[in-house]
């Protein structure tokens, strides 16, 4: 049968750099103690006026193609997970497959908020475990979160920015390297406590129906400190049992990166060092469905990642919705 290896990989973000400065001074209060001593975030990027989720991506697969000496008329699908599109339809797939001129690739979104990528990364392997038509499936995690950050809010717009992660899966016949288990779970009970509640069917953008904000990003009830941490571990727990491996076996576990002491506290559950969580949301901020894909790409640019490595990726996201994913390089 054949197998879905990630032949190469590309990231993109915002020329435009935000400072915690930024935020002490339009808050008017001091911030930046807090995200730099407690959440680790020093900066993040934020799409200019004239940039677009679909813009974004397409800088991301444009490198993500030219590693892998790979022609866009080549590509046979291309997902896009976002939950931050261009439009409410048609799908931002779309846009970008006329961005980048894969005139042969079928399209389509999906959104399961920040736990797209990895779910979007399952289902190009399954399609070319199932079907021969798939030899090269491009994956793409965009996240344009600042549209729709309500600037008065500390609680998101700190931590929150934009930023773009593609990578290619090919084909293979071998069971041995590329995708080797996965996983998807939800917790629906939760589907009102975090999001962005006006542009559907249940609250149109009608000037007559909604607040200012209601179109801006919400917590509107905080979740459990340890519902990542557990969920997260035990997601890892079920990978390493599927594919009969110990948490020590992976090389580097690349996880949704909202919280970075969430991501410790799941290292330390699995008994194993914080170092092989590899993080970037320090200087990028958090970027939903695109930070572990960009993770993905900093960590091979730096030479973390080699052929041969076993590598979990492990995201999760508004709804509630998570996914993980298990591939050797």
């Not at 020329?15 to 807090?34: A, H, M, Q, R, T």
């Not at 990003?217 to 400190?225: A, Q, R």
């Not at 969920?231 to 890892?236: A, E, L, N, R």
Request: glycine content about 8%; proline content about 2%; aromatic content about 10%.
């Amino acid at each position: 049968m054949a197998n879905a290896k990630i032949i190469s990989c590309g990231a993109y973000a915002p020329e435009k750099v935000i400072s915690n400065k930024y935020f002490d001074d339009y808050l008017g209060v001091n911030v930046s103690d807090w995200l730099e001593e407690v959440v680790k975030i020093y900066e993040r990027r934020w799409m200019s006026d004239n940039e677009t989720s679909s813009d974004m991506a397409f800088h991301a697969a444009k490198q993500c193609l030219e590693r892998a000496s790979l022609d866009p008329e080549e590509i046979d699908l291309l997902i896009v997970a976002t939950d931050t599109p261009d439009y409410i339809s048609p799908s931002t797939a779309s846009v970008v497959q006329s961005k980048l001129k894969c005139t042969n690739a079928g399209t389509f979104d999906i959104n399961t908020a920040c736990a797209g990528f990895v779910t979007a990364l399952d289902t190009g392997s399954k399609f070319i475990q199932a079907d021969q038509k798939y030899k090269n499936v491009l994956v793409i995690g965009t996240y344009g979160m600042s549209r729709f950050l309500n600037k008065d809010d500390k609680k998101t717009v700190t931590l929150f920015a934009d930023g773009a992660g593609a990578v290619l899966l090919r084909s293979i016949d071998d069971s041995n390297t590329g995708f080797q288990g996965s996983e998807l779970r939800s917790m629906g009970q939760f589907n009102d406590w975090m999001g962005i509640y006006a542009g559907g069917v249940t609250t149109p953008i009608t000037h007559s129906v909604i607040d200012k904000n209601d179109h801006k990003l919400k917590f509107v009830n905080k979740f459990p400190l340890d519902i990542n941490p557990e969920t997260w571990s035990d997601m890892v727990l079920y990978l390493n049992q599927k594919i009969g491996c110990t948490s020590k076996d992976v090389s580097k576990f690349f996880i949704t990166q909202i919280n970075i002491n969430s991501i410790w506290e799941t290292m330390d559950k699995l008994g194993i060092d914080r170092n092989k969580a590899h993080t970037i949301m320090h200087y990028y901020g958090y970027t939903g469905s695109a930070c572990i894909p960009m993770a993905l790409n900093d960590a091979w640019e730096k030479e973390l990642i080699k052929e041969g490595d076993l590598i979990y990726f492990i995201g999760s996201g508004g709804g509630l919705a998570f996914a993980s994913a298990a591939f050797v390089l």
